[in-house]
């Protein structure tokens, strides 16, 4: 079975500071793919970043980058240079071959002035 | 915040009602999925279609039916909820089901209240 584990269920950072999200999965696919999605309270979820297993590289977005280890199956979500918009539920997601997407149960992240 | 939309954003509805949720995306995507979204609970997949054909039932109870009339639009029926039921709805669509990379693009949600 494939499950997705959050956990930290609140989070809070300093506008303008580093945050790292946590989050490990459990899988025995080589191929797969890795999402985290945020959702502001107006509720629309949306992607924020994406990483495939069978890349090494971390993926990047601007200020959003992923610490993907895959031995581990951790895949952490780290939001530097905090903005009062970060402020959201933000979701690890786990998409096996085939179709079905898994996800987390969420970490809610507070952005502080 | 357009590509998909939900209506209505709010209902409240009494168990023995009927009332339908709809879903309208405006990617030209060919994959729509019905999610419920409860409180410290994972997202749960409820139904996904691909080109107007369902292809999985998460074991959802008979009092939830989707229908996907077309790729474009979802709708989910609502039929002799019970309070539990409560939760948001959330629509989904993708390009395909076949790739791996394919981003899924939600909605807005419907919040649903079952009194």
């Known amino acids: 079975a494939q499950t997705v584990t959050q956990s930290q269920p609140e989070m809070s950072v300093q506008e303008a500071e580093t945050v790292t999200l946590s989050c490990t999965y459990d899988?025995?696919?080589?191929?797969?793919?890795l999402f985290w999605y945020k959702q502001p309270p107006s509720r629309q979820m949306i992607l924020v970043i994406r990483?495939?297993?069978?890349?090494?590289q971390n993926a990047t977005e601007n200020r959003f980058s992923v610490n993907f280890q895959k031995a581990a199956k951790s895949f952490s979500l780290k939001i530097s240079d905090s903005q009062l918009g970060d402020a959201a539920m933000y979701f690890c997601a786990y998409r096996r071959p085939g179709n079905q997407f898994y996800f987390g149960t969420g970490t809610s992240l507070t952005v502080i002035p | 915040e357009t590509g998909v939309t939900q209506t209505p954003r709010h209902l409240v509805m009494g168990m023995t009602n009927k009332k339908s949720l709809k879903c309208e995306q405006h990617l030209g995507h060919n994959a729509m999925y019905w999610y419920k979204q409860s409180a410290k609970k994972p997202l749960e997949l409820m139904f996904v279609?691909?080109?107007?054909?369902?292809?999985e039932n998460n074991s959802v109870p008979s009092r939830f039916s989707p229908e996907c009339p077309n790729s474009s639009h979802l709708f989910l029926h609502l039929h002799t909820l019970q309070p539990e039921d409560s939760a948001l709805y959330l629509c989904?669509?993708?390009?395909?089901?076949?790739?791996?990379?394919?981003?899924?693009?939600f909605g807005p949600g419907t919040r649903l209240t079952v009194l």
């Open positions: 990483q495939e297993a069978y890349k090494q």
């Open positions: 899988t025995s696919e080589s191929d797969y793919y």
């Open positions: 279609y691909n080109f107007k054909e369902q292809t």
């Open positions: 989904a669509s993708s390009q395909t089901l076949a790739e791996l990379t394919d981003t899924q693009y």
